[in-house]
């Protein structure tokens, strides 16, 4: 079971909510997905998230994907070493791996609990 | 989707398993750029499994084929092979082929895209309407292997019958393996020397077990369709969906080669006055680029600030060193040299036209 202390959605990234503070960041299932990562674009501190909208792009030997925004809200802090250390991504996605951290004004009504999201990635294969 | 006879084999080995083309089939086994230096450097094997195989036989078997795709088939003496594409009515490529011409002399066989293999047999269908020809989908009763890299005739040569150093590039012969009568070609997409084995099927595991045996002391490794893509877009070889599909084609994408004149196809007629009116205006380039981004498929090109094009495949080259990339450009943007920009998330980021292929071996 991935940590419970956070939600989750389907498209693999998750959102840990603290005092009205998300911190975003991606699951090992995302991670081991994607393979081979070479780039991370993420917004700068100051930038507005929407819930459901692109926030970031992650790269790969073979392709791009979007990072989907669980919350809506202004960026107060970017993890500004983890572009230049993408191995963190494969180490600790849930903790060293953060991405942004956001001062909340609405969540996504899409984000679900880590029973949900085991489901989710079980059905993926 | 339809699995492979091997595709048990790639998961026991590790491989990340994609649905390419309805198919089953491994993308890697190992990180892309690993796999793709194997083969520069040793030798790789690859389950072409999902490929399309036809036999196409009879009286008018040539007549035929010379009436389906754009390559001089009667120019191809027996035992050779041609690269060539099948167009609609309107000049439009539909898929590109290679063209075997059997040793004996007794008919052909024609190798087709996974992905158009469906569409490619109706077409086949319907021209031979006009023809006594046989068309007969072998992708059933056939299994395909590939061996790619320099080390591949030494390790060949240890299990297929037959002296491998006589067979030319884009030659076939007849030999056998672990005692199995099989056909053996000397191509490839990956820009490197080494054999495509066609083998009957319920073979395949035997085959691909010989060829892991006799590499293993070599280096020799299960590649998959990730560094295949790597690596044929290095050797300037295009992949349909892609450089070429159902929006562009032969001479725009710089396959005039592929393309003869002297005998009737579909879609000749729509080629000549592409030709006549000069051409579509756009044409098919190399790009590379320095820059943190890699251009990808779609991906705009600017000059100065204006559209002049769009980026059709973009990869990391490890053998390069660099971000390359195809795309089609209007033609006065399309002289090596010229600075351009693709434009990804809405930044310019610089990249230039250069020759392709972007790789060759040396021979």
């Not at chain 1, 919350?71 to 230049?84: F, H, Q, R, T, W």
């Amino acid at each position: 079971m991935r940590p419970t202390d956070r939600k989750y959605l389907k498209s693999h990234e998750w959102c840990k909510i603290e005092n009205g503070i998300a911190t975003l960041g991606i699951t090992d299932f995302a991670v081991s997905h994607l393979s081979d990562l070479v780039f991370l674009d993420l917004p700068n501190k100051g930038a507005s998230v929407t819930a459901g909208e692109s926030f970031g792009e992650i790269e790969s030997v073979k392709a791009v994907s979007s990072l989907y925004s669980p919350v809506s809200g202004e960026v107060i802090d970017c993890n500004k070493n983890l572009p230049d250390n993408l191995e963190w991504l494969a180490q600790d996605p849930f903790n060293k791996s953060w991405m942004i951290k956001v001062k909340v004004t609405a969540q996504s009504k899409a984000l679900i609990d880590a029973a949900a999201y085991e489901t989710q990635c079980q059905a993926e294969g | 989707m339809q699995s492979t006879a091997l595709a048990s084999t790639h998961i026991a080995l590790g491989a990340r398993m994609v649905d390419f083309a309805g198919w089953n089939m491994p993308v890697q086994y190992r990180p892309i750029l690993d796999e793709a230096k194997t083969v520069r450097g040793k030798a790789g094997l690859f389950d072409l499994g999902h490929m399309g195989r036809v036999k196409v036989h009879g009286r008018q078997a040539e007549a035929f084929l010379q009436r389906l795709q754009t390559n001089d088939v009667a120019a191809i003496p027996p035992g050779r092979i041609r690269y060539a594409m099948i167009l609609n009515d309107q000049g439009i490529t539909q898929d590109d082929i290679l063209v075997y011409r059997n040793p004996r002399n007794d008919g052909f066989f024609v190798v087709i895209n996974a992905g158009n293999t469906a569409r490619d047999l109706g077409i086949m269908r319907a021209v031979a309407k006009g023809f006594d020809v046989v068309v007969e989908d072998c992708t059933p009763s056939l299994g395909m292997i590939a061996i790619q890299g320099p080390l591949s005739q030494q390790i060949t040569q240890r299990i297929a019958a037959g002296d491998l150093s006589q067979l030319k590039y884009y030659a076939w012969m007849e030999t056998t393996v672990c005692g199995v009568p099989m056909t053996l070609s000397r191509t490839g997409y990956t820009g490197e020397d080494g054999f495509e084995v066609y083998m009957p099927s319920g073979k395949e595991q035997a085959v691909w077990d010989a060829f892991m045996a006799a590499g293993a002391a070599d280096g020799l490794t299960a590649i998959g369709l990730g560094a295949r893509d790597t690596l044929r877009h290095e050797a300037g070889m295009p992949l349909y969906g892609h450089e070429i599909d159902e929006t562009t084609n032969p001479l725009e994408a710089g396959l005039d080669w592929a393309v003869k004149w002297n005998h009737d196809f579909v879609g000749k007629q729509a080629l000549e006055k592409v030709l006549a009116a000069g051409g579509t205006g756009r044409k098919l380039v190399g790009l590379t680029s320095d820059a943190k981004r890699c251009p990808r498929q779609g991906y705009p090109l600017q000059k100065d600030g204006a559209k002049v094009g769009h980026v059709c495949s973009g990869n990391i080259s490890p053998t390069l060193d660099t971000n390359i990339a195809t795309a089609y450009v209007r033609v006065d943007c399309s002289a090596p040299g010229t600075k351009l920009d693709f434009v990804v998330r809405d930044k310019a980021e610089p990249c230039v036209v250069v020759p392709t292929p972007f790789y060759k071996r040396a021979r």
